[in-house]
């Protein structure tokens, strides 16, 4: 049985007295349900954004149609989730104190004050994407295809940054205590990592390389590792004991946009640690920001290394089998002044 489906619209509306009152009687005159209206200041004008819960069948064609008889322009629209629909300024405040609790968490904090499909470093193309700067000068973009960002969103990421610079928060290296108290220091790899990740796989045993990468490895070619240290397609995290390099771990996005795919590699020596479970945790957090709600490894049956790590790491997590392969799908809950390009 079909049910009802809730949408965002973004509306653009002639200057007249009445036009969105005319609107949303159409809308009620087809049994939507408007649960939100928010007007939103734009160079010359308003649009406003309305949520609408739409009975079963109703086809998202048919609310423009509604818009555009009333003389009004349809921006965007998408669809949303009720669960999720907060007061604009609760959720900017909790994604704030997000920021400031944990940097690491800052950019799905700008994910969640812009609305954003997705937010990272680099380009993630020039087109409906925002810049944000923070406070060390990192720049994080900020993509949305299904709407264009308004002046008071880009405004509001800016204040966001300015929060950040006072209180001296910025995301960056973030220590880990592993459980037999050493210290090790998580930050995304670099190009000239390339001898240290080298060094790594030295010293990593035939069976941890064979875990990793299903194959007979032992020393790694320098175009592997450029695309290892920095994938076109994702991020690289990087598990640092002193000028050392003990772990390396990946998250890159796959074909589908919910799934990111997640691999890691952990020196013999540091392993059952804790060192893996926080490198999960923190790539966790780097795909919530990029919009994914889920993490895919594929490991060898007989390797429980993974797994293990994950579950420590507190993600829904479930198994099965795909290829001969053991395929460990985590679920990436959510952690419930800018310019344009």
Same mark, same amino acid.
Request: some cysteine; hydrophobic content about 45%; aromatic content about 2%.
């Given at each position: 049985?079909?049910?009802?489906?809730?949408?965002?619209?973004?509306?653009?509306?002639?200057?007249?007295?009445?036009?969105?009152?005319?609107?949303?009687?159409?809308?009620?005159?087809?049994?939507?349900?408007?649960?939100?209206?928010?007007?939103?200041?734009?160079?010359?004008?308003?649009?406003?954004?309305?949520?609408?819960?739409?009975?079963?069948?109703?086809?998202?064609?048919?609310?423009?149609?509604?818009?555009?008889?009333?003389?009004?322009?349809?921006?965007?629209?998408?669809?949303?989730?009720?669960?999720?629909?907060?007061?604009?300024?609760?959720?900017?405040?909790?994604?704030?104190?997000?920021?400031?609790?944990?940097?690491?968490?800052?950019?799905?904090?700008?994910?969640?004050?812009?609305?954003?499909?997705?937010?990272?470093?680099?380009?993630?193309?020039?087109?409906?994407?925002?810049?944000?700067?923070?406070?060390?000068?990192?720049?994080?973009?900020?993509?949305?295809?299904?709407?264009?960002?308004?002046?008071?969103?880009?405004?509001?990421?800016?204040?966001?940054?300015? /929060?950040?610079? $006072?209180?001296?928060?910025?995301?960056?290296? #973030? @220590?880990? &205590? =592993? %459980?037999? +108290? !050493?210290?090790?220091?998580?930050?995304?790899?670099?190009?000239?990592?390339?001898?240290?990740?080298?060094?790594?796989?030295?010293?990593?045993?035939?069976?941890?390389?064979?875990?990793?990468?299903?194959?007979?490895?032992?020393?790694?070619?320098?175009?592997?590792?450029?695309?290892?240290?920095?994938?076109?397609?994702?991020?690289?995290?990087?598990?640092?004991?002193?000028?050392?390099?003990?772990?390396?771990?990946?998250?890159?996005?796959?074909?589908?946009?919910?799934?990111?795919?997640?691999?890691?590699? /952990?020196?013999? $020596?540091?392993?059952?640690?804790?060192?893996? #479970? @926080?490198? &999960? =945790? %923190?790539? +966790? !957090?780097?795909?919530?920001?990029?919009?994914?709600?889920?993490?895919?490894?594929?490991?060898?049956?007989?390797?429980?290394?993974?797994?293990?790590?994950?579950?420590?790491?507190?993600?829904?997590?479930?198994?099965?089998?795909?290829?001969?392969?053991?395929?460990?799908?985590?679920?990436?809950?959510?952690?419930?002044?800018?310019?344009?390009?």
């Amino acid at each position: 049985m079909d049910t009802p489906t809730t949408w965002r619209l973004r509306v653009s509306l002639d200057d007249r007295p009445g036009a969105l009152a005319r609107v949303t009687t159409r809308l009620a005159a087809r049994d939507c349900n408007v649960l939100s209206l928010s007007v939103l200041p734009v160079p010359g004008g308003v649009v406003d954004e309305i949520v609408v819960s739409t009975p079963p069948g109703l086809a998202p064609a048919a609310l423009i149609g509604d818009i555009r008889a009333e003389g009004g322009r349809c921006v965007g629209i998408t669809r949303a989730d009720v669960r999720h629909l907060v007061d604009r300024t609760t959720a900017a405040l909790r994604a704030t104190a997000s920021a400031l609790r944990d940097p690491q968490t800052t950019a799905e904090a700008v994910r969640v004050l812009l609305g954003a499909d997705a937010v990272g470093t680099g380009s993630l193309g020039d087109h409906g994407c925002a810049v944000v700067r923070l406070p060390d000068g990192t720049e994080l973009a900020a993509r949305r295809g299904w709407a264009p960002f308004t002046e008071v969103e880009l405004a509001r990421a800016g204040a966001f940054a300015e /929060v950040l610079a $006072a209180a001296g928060a910025v995301p960056g290296p #973030s @220590a880990v &205590i =592993t %459980r037999t +108290g !050493a210290g090790v220091v998580l930050r995304e790899g670099r190009a000239d990592d390339a001898d240290a990740v080298t060094e790594l796989h030295a010293r990593c045993s035939t069976q941890t390389l064979f875990a990793r990468y299903h194959a007979g490895v032992r020393t790694l070619p320098r175009r592997w590792l450029h695309r290892l240290l920095q994938p076109p397609r994702g991020r690289t995290l990087l598990a640092m004991a002193g000028t050392s390099v003990i772990g390396m771990a990946q998250v890159i996005r796959t074909t589908d946009p919910a799934e990111a795919e997640v691999s890691v590699l /952990v020196e013999d $020596a540091w392993q059952r640690q804790g060192v893996g #479970s @926080a490198m &999960i =945790t %923190r790539l +966790g !957090a780097i795909a919530r920001a990029a919009g994914h709600t889920r993490l895919v490894a594929w490991c060898l049956p007989s390797e429980s290394g993974f797994e293990r790590a994950a579950a420590a790491a507190g993600l829904p997590m479930s198994v099965r089998t795909e290829d001969g392969l053991a395929r460990i799908e985590l679920t990436v809950a959510r952690v419930t002044r800018a310019t344009t390009r």
